[in-house]
């Protein structure tokens, strides 16, 4: 109850987080995993290494948030409104009118074209860097062999860890489809705010895998601690979720 009130701070923040569909859908995919897990007898490394795989998909989400954005001079001109308590001023109303006459909504297209690539390309590290620390960390050293690492990739890569990458990335596609742009968030941020948006998620998400990955190791693999760990991971990523909708309430 304690880790529930911290995930999903005030009064009604799981209740909330439990009223959108998109949140079903994760828990469902998620938590459906579990059975992929028992059936297809993962170990640690198999389930670490398909949470970074999973970033991989958040990155590719995340271009197609940042070409969709458009918060237009209308979105723009609502900033004023924090400039002076009364929005209603005379002031503050030619700002905003002088704002949407400007067409410098406009200029945030021109971004696009050196942030898109800027971000794919540093996502891209981060991702390389990351994926080369939990493969030093859990794997068996055949990753960091050449030919060898290659091999044990593609085998990675099929049957049971294909359906389940393919699960996660339809429940971020289903959010991306029905919050972003069914539910109109495109038009209330911008591409220079989402560039770092999916660093922080991933942060505290494989902060908790890999230190649940650590503990589990410790055991021995024991099925139930993996199980757990897909658990807290369900959770974390349905606050970081929540989390994400209240940012998009407001253009930031």
């Not at 002088?98 to 898109?116: A, D, T």
């Not at 080369?132 to 062999?145: A, E, L, T, V």
């Not at 359906?163 to 495109?186: K, M, P, Q, T, V």
């Amino acid at each position: 109850m304690g880790l529930t009130k911290r995930l999903f701070p005030g009064k009604k923040g799981l209740q909330e987080a439990l009223q959108r569909p998109s949140s079903w859908v994760l828990i469902a995919v998620n938590l459906g995993l579990v059975i992929g897990v028992i059936a297809w007898d993962w170990q640690v490394f198999d389930i670490v290494f398909l949470y970074w795989v999973e970033n991989l998909v958040i990155g590719a989400i995340n271009v197609l948030k940042m070409i969709a954005a458009s918060p237009g001079d209308d979105s723009l001109a609502s900033l004023v409104d924090g400039v002076n308590t009364d929005s209603n001023s005379e002031q503050i109303l030619r700002l905003r009118a002088g704002i949407s006459k400007s067409g410098i909504g406009n200029i945030g297209n021109v971004f696009k074209l050196f942030l898109i690539p800027f971000f794919i390309i540093h996502y891209g590290i981060f991702c390389f860097g990351h994926g080369s620390f939990i493969f030093s960390m859990f794997s068996d050293g055949s990753m960091n062999n050449g030919t060898r690492g290659s091999a044990v990739a593609m085998e990675l890569l099929t049957g049971g860890m294909m359906l389940a990458i393919g699960l996660l990335a339809s429940s971020h596609l289903f959010s991306f489809f029905r919050n972003f742009l069914g539910g109109d968030e495109y038009k209330r941020t911008h591409a220079a705010a989402l560039m770092m948006r999916p660093y922080g998620r991933i942060v505290a998400l494989h902060i908790t895998i890999i230190f649940g990955a650590f503990l589990t190791m410790a055991f021995g693999s024991p099925l139930g601690l993996l199980v757990i760990l897909m658990v807290l991971k369900t959770l974390v990523d349905l606050a970081m979720h929540q989390s994400e909708r209240a940012k998009f309430k407001g253009l930031y």
